[in-house]
């Protein structure tokens, strides 16, 4: 009888505890006694036919590494019919008998679309630094990317001491403000910006004037990136030209995404990469692995495909009191 295998790959942005998933992924299904296929860069490895064994020993050491070892890349091809019939038809000719995916939201409706299309088995993980995947409470890479941004602007809080001045910090998120939020409060932090809401820069400079006057000597305003690229820039300029305030600007960008991932990321990754595998086996057809009221759960990936770019708006209440 033909041993059983499954095939995993990463696509989209990287986060850092993928390999933690990935080595779950293998690790756990070995135990099934199924073989795996990792699949580089991911959709784009299966139209390239890019694909590779492996083993227990191709998944040492790399629990701790950030990245992904087998890559991953966006796919305009998959985003068309034909070219994921030629991913279906590789994946069947390679025998097995269903798919990891480990991504964010475009991912996630790439594999629903190949088992909707072809029947292919599919077990999603959430891994995305944004953390904005509908149906689960947390993704692997929010947590890393979050302690990243925190070390990064405690620093930048100490040169801005040292010369009494105030600094815009863009952090990445895209259309989800939860990074941007969460930092700002982690780092007390005396504003913050969503360019995707309405932007109120008057109130932005009477917080930190408001500080300064009492006699702060340092004041940190942390700007979600948003989808288009140079806001920061446009916000620093119109801070000083209309308002007075003159700010330095530090754009974080990528470093958010690198390094080991954290001890929460690499339990995450392990513990969803296990539950993926476990689902495939008991004949699940297309689920994901989510956090709900901080528990672990298989949920139908149906209800994960839309992004959850909202937060709790209570949040910016507390900062609010916070910087007073």
Known sequence: MTKKS?????????????????????????????????VYKGFEGLLDKSVAHLDLSSVGNIIQRGGTIIYTSRSSRFMQAEYRTQAAEFLKDLGVSGLIVIGGNGSFNGAALLHKEHGIPVACLPGTIDNDIEGTEFSIGFDTALNTAVEAIDKIRDTATSHDRTFLVEVMGRSSGLIAITVAIATGAEAVIFPDLKVDLASVAYTVKRGVTRGKKSSIIIVAEGEKEGLSHVYQKELQEAYGLETKLCILGHIQRGGNPSPRDRFLGSFMGNMAVKALVQGEKAVATVVRDGKFAIAPLNECLSKRNDFDRSLLDLLNVLAL
């Open 6 to 38: 499954i095939a995993v790959l990463c696509s989209g942005g990287d986060g850092p505890g993928m390999n933690a998933a990935i080595r779950s992924v293998v690790r756990s299904a070995y135990f099934e006694g199924i073989d795996v296929y990792g």
